[in-house]
């Protein structure tokens, strides 16, 4: 057997003025041939399980290219069309089955559903070719995707801990109906709701109770059952929550458990949005918990580069900053000038930088606005560490050249990066020295993923609503190619 493994991830933030191009994607985890399956083999991600489960068959894998950029704007048509052709020209070599490890929204120049269109050009060079599909829990579901494959599902963690388990269920599905064992048949149901980042962690309500169903499914007989809960960054007719359920042999079956689930969201859809805090009120709150023992997880949300963001808006920690919170951490801010300063000055040397601030997002009407600190440079490095935690285990983490500033004395620590890289690892901290649990505050421009690395260190949590093209104001985002009707813009009947 000869099986096409690959992997093409980008989660675009239509309203970031980031570029998405290959250099972008060559920052985060670029791999064309056998360094993609050298890159990804000892991982917890779908595309390590796929190569696991493909050894395991005594299979021969192609690997074209595994590709993922962190989170920015639009993806170039250059570079879509460089990853998208390596893949479409594997397949068209001639396989027996494609594994592929997707996300589900990607944005390009000149295509609106990345993921659709990929497995559309698949299809039509490999029309009987059997094809699986992971895709995160942040995927904007399109007809066009599950039409042109033969099996798809999507994590159930947020923060993603199961994309390796997710990976290796729907790789079975696909060899199980290689080996005949199965006739998968899907069931998709789109939701209208755009329901927000910040209410869709797996642990709480109203996303528990849409994963527990999907789980009920699936241990009730179903081959595969996914809740997306969609990514709301991005300004396309497709972007909102869905419900796609895989089953064995009967599409109506697969069909109503599909609308089931839908109902099930769109009863609890004012669940999905976000309550706001005044910045000021919030910090009041932090300033007044005390010593809890451990560290209060500050989460400055509308500036996280997971989710698209610039990591250079410096409202919030100017605000933590004059509010006199003490033995703060912080993680990360993305300046590459302020680190080459740091780096050419040396460690133990006193700068001054006018740092962050460098990004101007028009998107949402927001100029670019550095904030001047005086510290001690703390630490330098090459920004290089593995992650150790539950999410992205194995995966080699690239900061690039990473520098700390050291404000009054370590009153807060400043962890600045010359790479994208949104804090869901302790790494982040420790590869530069810091020893995250000994401190009293950790500043983390983060939604959820946070957990995955902080949760267990977390006394207590305090979401700040600051500024950046990650939001959860929609009155910030001028949205224009939404389908209608959806929740909350429009009246939606349960």
């Keep these: 057997m000869k099986v096409v493994v690959a992997m093409m991830k980008h989660e ?108 559309r050009r698949l299809r039509a060079v490999a029309p009987d070719v059997p094809i699986a599909v992971t895709c995160d829990l942040h995927c904007n579901l399109t007809e066009a995707m599950v039409e042109n494959c033969d099996a798809l599902i999507g994590y159930k963690t947020y923060p993603h801990v199961d994309m390796a388990e997710q990976g290796e269920r729907i790789a079975r599905v696909l060899f199980d109906m290689i080996d005949g064992k199965v006739k998968p048949v899907m069931g ?12 869709m962690g797996t642990d709480d309500e109203p996303m528990k109770s849409m994963i527990d169903a999907a789980r009920a499914l699936e241990a009730g007989g179903m ?99 004059e509010k006199g919170l003490k033995d703060v951490a912080v993680g990360a801010i993305w300046d590459p000038e302020a680190v080459r300063r740091m780096v050419a000055a040396g460690p133990g040397v006193e700068v001054t930088l006018d740092l962050g601030g460098r990004t101007d997002m028009p998107a949402i009407g927001l100029r670019g606005r550095p904030l001047r600190l005086t510290g001690r440079v703390k630490a330098v490095t090459d920004g290089r560490f593995v992650v150790r935690g539950p999410m992205y285990t194995g995966v080699t983490v690239e900061m690039g050249p990473t520098a700390v500033l050291s404000i009054d004395d370590g009153r807060v620590d400043v962890v600045i990066t010359s790479h994208h890289h949104e804090p869901w690892d302790r790494g982040v901290f420790t ?49 224009r190619a939404l389908r209608h009707p959806l929740h909350p813009f429009d009246r939606v009947n349960g």
């Design 431 to 479: 590869s530069v020295g810091i020893e995250p649990e000994a401190k009293r505050y950790l500043l983390l421009k983060s939604r959820i993923h946070y957990r995955a690395g902080f949760a267990p260190l977390a006394r207590a949590t305090i979401t700040l609503d600051g500024e950046g093209v990650t939001t959860s104001d929609n009155s910030k985002l001028d949205y």
């Design 12 to 119: 675009t933030n239509t309203f970031s003025p980031i570029v998405t191009d290959l250099a972008r994607f060559e920052a985060w985890g670029l791999h064309f041939g056998p360094a993609a399956e050298r890159a990804y083999a000892d991982t917890a991600m779908p595309m390590g399980a796929y190569l696991r489960l493909c050894r395991e068959r005594g299979a021969e894998v192609v690997t074209p290219v595994a590709a993922e950029a962190m989170p920015g704007g639009i993806v170039t048509s250059d570079a879509y069309e460089r990853l998208a052709t390596a893949i479409v020209e594997a397949v068209a070599a001639g396989c027996d089955a494609v594994l592929l490890d997707l996300h589900g929204a990607m944005v390009a120049e000149h295509v609106p559903d990345g993921e659709g269109e990929l497995l």
């Design 223 to 321: 081959p595969a059952a996914t809740v997306f809960g969609g990514f709301p960054m991005a300004d396309v007719a497709h972007a909102g929550m869905a419900a796609v359920v895989v089953g064995d042999g009967d599409p109506v079956a697969a069909q109503a458990a599909a609308d089931a689930l839908a109902r099930l969201a769109a009863d609890r859809r004012d669940d999905f949005l976000y309550a706001h805090e005044a910045l000021e009120t919030a910090l009041e709150r932090a300033a007044a918990l005390g010593d809890l023992g451990g560290p209060v997880i500050l989460l400055d949300h509308a500036d996280n580069c997971g989710s698209g963001g610039t990591q250079d808006v410096m409202g919030v920690l100017a605000a933590v900053i």
């Design 188 to 199: 998709f149901a789109p939701i209208p709701v755009l329901a927000q980042t910040l209410r």
